[in-house]
């Protein structure tokens, strides 16, 4: 039973416009959200997160929106730029610290 | 730091071998974890550990097990290798603590079972 899916298995973006990356969650009990960001033959690498109590969070280029009531949440990469190119999980957990995963997305940024 | 690392970076064993995936953190972290990706699929909780000596059950168990005898090592066996267990396995870890949600992950073992 796959509680974080990930719908959208690729995206391709301009370089320069807005790649958005979308993530739905089935475990109301989940009280944080991540997304990493995956190079191949790399391990994954943390991105952003957010908790529950928020709806959006910002980090430089990268924002997560998240609706509790949609069980939904997004990524948001603008400007995207050739190295955002990747594969992005959405992962969400509770408080025993263990976290599932989505199927991630594979972003490309084309020149 | 070196972080979490892992080795070794590839493997091919035959079915019905064993070996052992090394996992090392030098953060002095509490939690870590063992992961394994398919093609297409997202990552699977294999085992996971809250400390020196407990470790527990993850979504995927079957076909493995772990020892967890040091803070920084976490070992993950294979004892029948079935061609089932061709994956890339990843080790993570993560602090104990509100707020620490974040795990570290090491690059990865690339396993074949033929």
């Known amino acids: 039973d796959q509680q974080v899916k990930q719908n959208s298995p690729s995206l391709s973006v301009q370089e320069g416009r807005i790649s958005i990356l979308n993530c739905d969650y089935t475990?109301?009990?989940?009280?944080?959200f991540l997304w990493y960001k995956k190079y191949p033959a790399e391990g994954p690498t943390f991105l952003i997160s957010i908790s529950s109590i928020k709806d959006k969070n910002e980090d430089g280029r990268f924002t997560v929106f998240l609706n509790k009531s949609a069980k939904h949440l997004s990524l948001h990469i603008v400007p995207s730029q050739p190295g955002d190119s990747a594969v992005y999980f959405c992962a969400a957990g509770s408080n025993d610290y263990k976290l599932s995963f989505g199927a991630g997305t594979t972003v490309t940024v084309r020149a | 730091n070196a972080g979490v690392t892992q080795t070794p970076k590839f493997r091919i064993l035959k079915i019905g071998q064993s070996m052992t995936l090394q996992c090392t953190q030098d953060?002095?972290?509490?939690?870590m974890y063992w992961y394994r990706q398919d093609p297409g699929m997202g990552l699977k909780l294999i085992y996971y550990?809250?400390?020196?000596?407990?470790?527990d059950k993850g979504e995927v168990p079957n076909g493995y097990n772990v020892s967890r005898s040091t803070t920084e090592d976490f070992p993950l066996r294979l004892e029948l290798a079935a061609p089932s267990q061709t994956s890339v396995y990843f080790c993570?870890?993560?602090?104990?603590?509100?707020?620490?949600?974040?795990?570290?992950f090491g690059p990865g073992t690339r396993l074949t079972v033929t």
């Open positions: 475990n109301s009990m989940f009280d944080y």
């Open positions: 993570a870890s993560t602090p104990l603590g509100w707020g620490s949600n974040e795990q570290y």
């Open positions: 550990s809250v400390g020196a000596g407990i470790t």
């Open positions: 953060m002095n972290h509490n939690y």
